[in-house]
């Protein structure tokens, strides 16, 4: 009986000891079991704390500004249309830099770095990765992707779509827009409506043999 009694007296204060104390807030530092040399727990290491100066540095600052020529991963928006795509609730269409050889040039270089891999030089959608494996680039020229405002295109770049990556963080807006406008090129270069051209191009390629 006696012996009863103690084992239900250990398993009561055991569970209290275990149990009792859920819930309760402390204002006191946490209680250490193993000696701190041994195993440093992150409320006691050495660390940076907000607001706080540091002696780690000379100049004392512990927040650090940016390394001199660091990248933005997010640049911040300066104008909406430019930084987004998107003119208030829908997609914007034109490109808002000056469109001439240079940014054609720069558009063209950018392409072939971080799209032609999967859209192809001339934007079938039939970039070297299908041959091992990615399935469903998207082909420029079909109506769709033709017709689509030159916004959606610069946010497809920037964040992606589906299987699609976004380049934001690895493109500064400008080359998107660069992007834009060169993909534009590969799309009137193999498809252009017959009334689009000029009369002086039309009678150029009537001359044609
Ligand atoms: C890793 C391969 C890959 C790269 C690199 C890539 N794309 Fe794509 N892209 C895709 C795939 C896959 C799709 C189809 C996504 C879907 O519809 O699910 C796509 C779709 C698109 C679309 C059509 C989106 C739509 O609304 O249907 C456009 C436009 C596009 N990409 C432009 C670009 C541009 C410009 C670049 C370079 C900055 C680029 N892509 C780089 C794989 C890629």
Not at 32 to 42: K, Q, Y
Not at 151 to 177: C, Q, S, V
Not at 182 to 191: A, D, G, N, P
Request: proline share 8%; aromatic share 12%; hydrophobic share 35%.
């Amino acid at each position: 009986m006696r012996r009863f009694f103690w084992l239900v007296f250990a398993g009561t204060l055991l569970a209290v000891s275990l149990l009792g104390w859920r819930g309760l807030k402390s204002r006191k530092p946490p209680v250490e079991l193993f000696p701190r040399s041994i195993f440093p727990g992150m409320e006691t290491q050495r660390k940076v704390k907000e607001q706080k100066p540091s002696a780690f540095f000379s100049d004392g600052r512990a927040a650090r500004p940016p390394v001199a020529g660091t990248v933005p991963v997010e640049e911040p928006v300066k104008e909406e249309y430019f930084s987004t795509g998107v003119i208030g609730d829908r997609w914007g269409d034109g490109i808002p830099v000056p469109v001439d050889r240079k940014l054609l040039e720069r558009g063209r270089e950018r392409y072939t770095i971080y799209c032609q891999v999967c859209h192809g030089a001339a934007g079938y959608g039939d970039g070297i990765a299908t041959q091992y494996g990615l399935v469903g680039p998207a082909n420029y020229h079909v109506d769709r992707l033709r017709q689509m405002p030159d916004g959606e295109i610069f946010h497809t770049i920037t964040k992606g779509r589906g299987l699609m990556l976004g380049y934001g963080a690895n493109l500064p807006i400008e080359d998107r827009w660069a992007i834009v406008a060169y993909l534009r090129v590969l799309q009137k270069s193999q498809f252009t409506r017959w009334d689009e051209l000029s009369p002086e191009e039309q009678k150029l390629l009537k001359e044609k043999p």
